[in-house]
């Protein structure tokens, strides 16, 4: 199909996603169809996708996804953001029991599900992931977050360490249920890693043949041709 015949695609993603090699290879296949990248705070992504602001939505799980199709893709590790002279930096990483009674900030849009998440709640919640780091750079608190803000967040003067035994932070792909349009389609397969040419609307390639079938279908031809070449021709045969 070529891809002047699809249409634009939007996809959202919330922060600290990271869509950039899907646009690659979309750019490389699609090159005259647009994909149109935006974020969306992780809150709005899934009302984002119903409303048909954007197409399809790289999100965080747990979320509302009802009336969407979920894809999982991978599952981010948790970590706590600290001042680079903390205490906590002192070792790689860090368990639960590691944060017991240290002040933790919890801002309004926290995207981790974590039921008696360890340390000292600080009474006032920051309306932002980057308000909180701003607060863990004034020594306020520490911060528990998926890998990916800590790194989008990245501040020379703070760092992070992963919680072992803390819940992962999970990441999916959510769009509508239902039939999906043609440039959908492509896209999802994309994501799943289906080469050019292999969407799922074209018919799956015959099965190989094994080496014996290959060595009968041989024999049957050269029997076919033999027996061809033997048979008289019908004039050959009105002769006396």
Known sequence: MASSSLPSLTLGYVPG????????????????????????????????????????????????????????????????????????????????????????????????SWAGAPGSPVEHRPETTPDAIELVAAGLGALIVPQSLARLYHRKDLTYRPITDAPTCPVALAFPEGPQSTPLEEFIGIVRGRKPGSSRGQPEPAPKRTAREKTLAKQAARAAAGKSARKPGRAARGRR
Not at 86 to 108: I, K, M, N
């Open 17 to 112: 996603g990271t869509p950039a090699k899907w646009a690659r290879i979309w750019a490389e296949r699609h090159p005259e169809v647009p994909l149109q990248l935006c974020t969306v705070a992780a809150a709005d992504a899934a009302d984002a996708v119903r409303a048909g602001t954007v197409d399809v939505a790289l999100l965080r799980l747990p979320s509302d996804t009802s009336g969407l199709a979920v894809i999982p893709l991978y599952e981010e590790t948790t970590v706590a953001v600290v001042p680079t002279d903390h205490v906590l930096t002192a070792a790689d990483t860090l368990t639960a029991a590691d944060l017991d009674g240290e002040p933790v900030l919890r801002p309004l849009d926290d995207v981790v």
